[in-house]
């Protein structure tokens, strides 16, 4: 019986720390973002979701979505919070 549990267990565990990363985001903002022109935003360091991105990198606010920005970093399209400047999804 211990069989059969395992799996399912060491799968919620090695899944949960991604899950609590991932945000559901509206579709129609995932289509705007994916929409837009690449204007690369100077930035050095790799990209990740969670991380507070500076004061000096200009964020482009997602139309009618007040809680979102968008930019270009590292060639990567990034969906940032803009209360907290911190990134929430990397495409």
């Known amino acids: 019986m211990l069989k059969f549990i395992m799996p399912g267990v060491v799968a919620l565990f ?13 579709p129609d903002v995932d289509t ?3 929409q837009q022109p690449e204007v690369a935003v100077p930035f050095s360091g790799e990209v ?9 990198v ?4 997602v139309p009618k979505h007040d809680k ?17 400047r911190k990134v929430i999804k990397v495409y």
């Open 68 to 84: 979102y920005g968008f930019v270009v970093l590292n060639k990567k399209r990034v969906l940032v919070e803009l209360g907290t």
């Open 48 to 56: 990740v979701v969670g991380q507070s991105l500076p004061e000096d």
């Open 58 to 61: 200009k964020i482009v606010p």
């Open 14 to 26: 090695v899944a949960g720390p991604v899950l609590a990363d991932t945000v559901a985001v509206e």
């Open 32 to 34: 705007w973002v994916m």
